[in-house]
């Protein structure tokens, strides 16, 4: 069994920055990816990025205000959110893929109001 447990969701301005967390543990090996999904009512839940290693991507909608990144040693993925914009109001989802499982975290809310 995996847990992932994220932080560092709230309300921030338009034009404003959030960093998010996951903490992953449990069974996760040394070798898997971890990424973040969002979700807004009545939509389907959309990627946003993920890193495998050293190898981070993102959808279009993030590249160049996201940055993801991953401290190993704390088996933890981060989310650095930037020039974040009111269209980026979600709940943003921690997800991790550990051999041939995938676990999610519980989510956490982002708001980006004025």
């Known amino acids: 069994q995996v847990q992932l447990v994220e932080s560092g969701g709230g309300l921030v301005q338009p034009g404003g920055s959030l960093r998010l967390s996951c903490a992953a543990s449990?069974?996760?090996?040394?070798?898997?990816?971890m990424g973040w999904y969002r979700q807004t009512p009545g939509k389907q839940r959309e990627y946003v990025a993920s890193?495998?290693?050293?190898?981070?991507r993102y959808a279009d909608s993030v590249r160049g205000r996201f940055t993801i990144s991953r401290d190993n040693t704390k088996n933890t993925v981060y989310l650095q959110m930037n020039s974040l914009k009111p269209e980026d109001t979600a709940v943003y989802y921690c997800?991790?893929?550990?051999?041939?499982?995938?676990?999610w975290g519980q989510g956490t809310q982002v708001t980006v109001s004025s």
């Open positions: 997800k991790g893929w550990f051999g041939p499982l995938d676990y």
């Open positions: 890193i495998t290693l050293g190898s981070p």
């Open positions: 449990g069974n996760i090996g040394s070798r898997y990816t």
